[in-house]
């Protein structure tokens, strides 16, 4: 069998630190399609890029990965709706056609709807895209324009056809008001997002927050062998302003490339802009002073961490170059 794996498709630099809310990995599923006779509506929120496997079918034809339905024989047209993995404010959207060359939508549009106990019923469909035309095997980028919290969308493609992925990139909302219960401050599905970073040739950053633990290697965040000078460094957002009580660094996998250090700067600011962060974050106060870290290792810091009363930011430095699984940051939220 001949597997074509789709190119990889850089993201636009103002919507790289947004997140993917229809991503599966934190939770997003489609609970009702109306057609998914060819290909499972589920497949398109995967995150890895679509493959094509030529020879490749099953009972009812011929296999692809994404989301397909059966032609049409009359009037109307297919729908799916996607539950968020966490709510959000809507800022752009991904209807990926790859492979999908003679039997993709053509035109699709999006609406939007709030229900956070999921009783769809009493949701009030709001327009995000207007039906817009698509094209075979490629992305199609929409700037979305809402301040609105969304935590259901429902893509609408005419009359039929195939969508390989779709992304739904957005600002996570928290919806949690405990003040008491501890949870990870830092992690993608509580708000957490990258800013600005030194390097990321083997690995983005953006992993450090994913769910779990790295499934490989390519699952983290990895710089190319540093040759001059310094170390390298990540800026990330916290979801909420919080205390920290707990900090894991994760380098699983990273056996012969793991930093030989890492230390964390942090602040809280309310009001600076993303490219101001960069130039201050040199100066912010440690929340944890350089620990020598081990292979393949999880390493979990308590007693070590600085006083902070709250932080929104962090910068991680990792000294000199190399590779970090994940980072937990445990702690409470902070009004």
Known sequence: MATLIAPTFDLPSQ???????????????????????????QRMLQFAAPVFVEDKFDDHGKWMDGWETRRKRHAGYDWAIVQLGVAGKIQALDIDTTFFSGNYPASASVEAGYAPQGNLEQAEWQPLLANSILGPSQHHLFEVSSDAVYTHVRLNIFPDGGVARF?????????????????????????????????????????????????????????????????????????????????????????GNYPAEVSIQAVYIEDATDPQLIPQSMFWPFLLEAQPMQMDHVHSFIEQILKHDKISHIRVNMIPDGGISRIRLWGTLVD
Not at 15 to 41: M, P, Y
Not at 205 to 219: C, F, K, Q, T
């Open 15 to 41: 919507l790289q630190t947004l997140t993917n809310l229809a991503d599966t990995r934190i939770g997003a599923k489609v609970i009702e399609c109306s057609d998914d006779f060819f290909a499972d509506a």
């Open 167 to 255: 992304r739904v990139y957005g600002e996570v909302k928290i919806q949690t008001t405990d003040h008491q219960g501890t949870l990870d401050l830092l992690a993608l599905e509580n708000g957490g997002r990258v800013i600005a970073y030194s390097d990321a040739h083997f690995g983005h950053p953006r992993n450090l927050i994913n769910p779990g633990r790295g499934i490989n290697m390519g699952d983290g965040w990895e710089t190319k062998r540093r040759r001059t000078p310094g170390f390298d460094w990540c800026i990330l957002a916290l979801g909420q302003a919080g205390q920290i009580e707990k900090i894991d660094i994760d380098t699983a996998h990273f056996k």
